[in-house]
């Protein structure tokens, strides 16, 4: 059994068009909110 790999190697173009898509879903928008989220709440 091979080994598993010690990185996800990722070609540029894929990793822009995955950035992209992202943003475009508004997936930064959300991950932004619920970590600040998630920071207030570890305050209280």
């Excluded at 508004?26 to 989220?37: A, K, Q, T, W």
Aim: hydrophobic letters at 50%; glycine letters at 4%; aromatic letters at 6%.
């Amino acid at each position: 059994m091979a080994a598993p790999a010690t990185s996800l190697e990722v070609t540029v173009p894929t990793a822009h068009r995955r950035f992209a898509a992202w943003a475009k879903a508004g997936v930064l928008e959300r991950l932004h909110r619920e970590v600040f989220d998630h920071l207030g709440a570890a305050d209280s």
